[in-house]
């Protein structure tokens, strides 16, 4: 019994965490849009885009749908790459598999997000179920494999935070006038640990609210 509420915890947190970058594939499309209409309304000349209704729907559609295709042909082309390099007798064609993994990463994100003006996230997203769903059998050493790709996760978002910390340092701090000409008060910390409490509030209700289906789960995949 308390192996199953450690599995089902941890199962639940897992599922909010995705669920909090799910909201943030949405939320990065909506923020682009958003942000060229509230720039537009400055009245600055050469910054933002006025965007209608319908201008503004065929947006959403162009930057997340496109970005599924992009994803989607980036995939294909790992797909075939990874198909050619099966041969499990020679491991150095293993460490080209990783390689050419992480290559595709980048290069769809790179050609939706700054070639097509589409949603890179996305993009990688797609590229990256689509391969997974694929290419399971493909791959010559699929433990490497998980194991760097676990690796750089934890790498990259230790980097992540460390820089995001040191911007906020210099921001509480007043460290960088130049570019922060404001003061952070006593107001703003309380502020801060206002927005602390209501993120843990919301996502308890997101950890337990999803924990029968959780729970449900784990039972059948031990079934």
């Given at each position: ?33 958003f942000s060229q209409i509230f720039l537009s309304e400055l009245g600055i000349p050469g910054v933002g885009t006025a965007i209608t209704a319908s201008s ?152 337990f609210g999803f924990y029968p289906c959780c729970s449900y789960l784990w039972f059948l995949s031990i079934v």
């Amino acid at each position: 019994m308390l192996l199953h509420s450690i599995t089902v915890a941890f199962l639940c947190l897992e599922s909010s965490t995705d669920i909090n970058r799910c909201s943030i594939f949405l939320f990065a499309v909506f923020f682009t849009i958003f942000s060229q209409i509230f720039l537009s309304e400055l009245g600055i000349p050469g910054v933002g885009t006025a965007i209608t209704a319908s201008s503004g729907f065929g947006l959403f559609f162009r930057m997340s749908l496109g970005a599924v295709a992009v994803g989607a042909a980036f995939s294909l082309g790992l797909l075939t790459m990874v198909y050619f390099l099966n041969r499990r007798f020679n491991a150095e064609e293993g460490i080209v598999q990783v390689t050419a993994t992480i290559t595709c990463a980048y290069l769809s994100y790179y050609v939706a997000e700054a070639v097509c003006g589409m949603s890179g996230v996305i993009s990688v997203v797609t590229c990256g179920v689509m391969t997974k769903f694929c290419a399971s059998s493909l791959f010559n050493d699929p433990d490497m494999m998980e194991k760097f790709w676990i690796m750089v996760e934890h790498i990259l978002n230790s980097l992540l935070f460390v820089l995001g910390g040191v911007v906020w340092g210099t921001v509480i701090s007043n460290q960088d006038p130049e570019r922060y000409d404001y003061s952070f008060t006593g107001e703003d910390w309380g502020y801060l640990v206002i927005v602390y409490i209501l993120v843990m509030a919301i996502r308890a209700v997101l950890i337990f609210g999803f924990y029968p289906c959780c729970s449900y789960l784990w039972f059948l995949s031990i079934v």
